[in-house]
């Protein structure tokens, strides 16, 4: 029997099937402006990475912002998700930090990965992976860049914004008065993890800390949050994937219930 996650993301799309034991293959898809096709898609890929059919899979879990254009057998929400595909990897794991393209989520996990609060960010792209890409037009720079750029920073400058239409408007200032580009980088990652840790003080940043999402694929972001948080984040070796992750663990629980 094989079971199956999928998380309709708004950057990213992922499904993922499991057995009994392990993950049998998973997929990975940009995500686009209609949920219901790209979840479609993603499933046929990892279906077909698989050699297997729709009908060989005997429960489907959707989670993630478009989870309810899915046709799946249970929608459950990217909280719970999050939670369970955390804790399959990393079951010492008492904290979450997930920061996508449009939101961000901190969740305080129990024992056995049970969710015992969370917080996440209100709708505005302060603090998330879409931010981060705004800064880079600015900035004339890749994604890839920031990390780099932060370790050649030597000159702390502070944002006053971070709502991203102001931002970039002192950002232009900032360029306009010769401040260097590695320094400019680093302060919109510290921008970003500021806005992240005030959220995650909410409810007490607890250890271990694990950190996922296309944004824990940032080394800027991972470099400034180890500078302020005094420890390193436990980043799983894809991010983008605990989601559909915990979604297929979820459907293969309720099936064999």
């Known amino acids: 029997m094989v079971f199956a996650g999928l998380d309709i993301g708004s950057q990213s799309t992922c499904a993922i099937i499991i057995n009994d034991k392990e993950i049998v293959a998973h997929a990975l898809m940009p995500s686009g402006v209609n949920p219901k096709q790209i979840g479609e898609e993603t499933l046929h890929l990892v279906l077909e990475k698989a050699n297997l059919s729709r009908s060989d899979v005997q429960f489907l879990i959707a989670t993630g912002y478009g989870r309810y254009q899915a046709e799946a057998d249970e929608q459950v929400s990217e909280i719970t998700c999050q939670a369970r595909g955390v804790q399959e990897l990393i079951p010492e794991a008492r904290m979450v930090l997930d920061i996508g393209g449009q939101d961000i989520k901190i969740i305080l996990l129990g024992k056995n990965g049970r969710v015992i609060d969370f917080m996440m960010n209100d709708k505005c792209a302060a603090g998330t992976g879409r931010f981060l890409e705004l800064m880079t037009q600015v900035l004339s720079i890749q994604l890839e860049d920031y990390g780099p750029l932060v370790t050649q920073s030597r000159e702390l400058i502070e944002l006053s914004n971070?709502?991203?239409?102001?931002?970039?408007?002192?950002?232009?200032?900032?360029?306009?008065?010769?401040?260097?580009?590695?320094?400019?980088?680093?302060?919109?990652?510290?921008?970003?993890?500021?806005?992240?840790?005030?959220?995650?003080?909410?409810?007490?940043?607890?250890?271990?800390?694990?950190?996922?999402?296309?944004?824990?694929?940032?080394?800027?972001?991972?470099?400034?949050?180890?500078?302020?948080?005094?420890?390193?984040?436990?980043?799983?070796?894809?991010?983008?994937?605990?989601?559909?992750?915990?979604?297929?663990?979820?459907?293969?629980?309720?099936?064999?219930?």
Do not use: W
């Open 162 to 257: 971070t709502c991203a239409i102001f931002a970039e408007s002192e950002l232009v200032s900032l360029i306009a008065q010769g401040k260097k580009k590695e320094d400019l980088a680093r302060a919109v990652c510290h921008s970003v993890v500021k806005r992240v840790l005030t959220l995650a003080g909410k409810i007490s940043i607890t250890r271990p800390l694990v950190f996922t999402g296309g944004v824990a694929k940032n080394r800027g972001i991972i470099t400034i949050l180890k500078r302020e948080l005094s420890f390193a984040p436990l980043v799983p070796p894809n991010p983008l994937i605990t989601a559909a992750l915990g979604a297929a663990y979820i459907a293969r629980e309720k099936s064999l219930s």
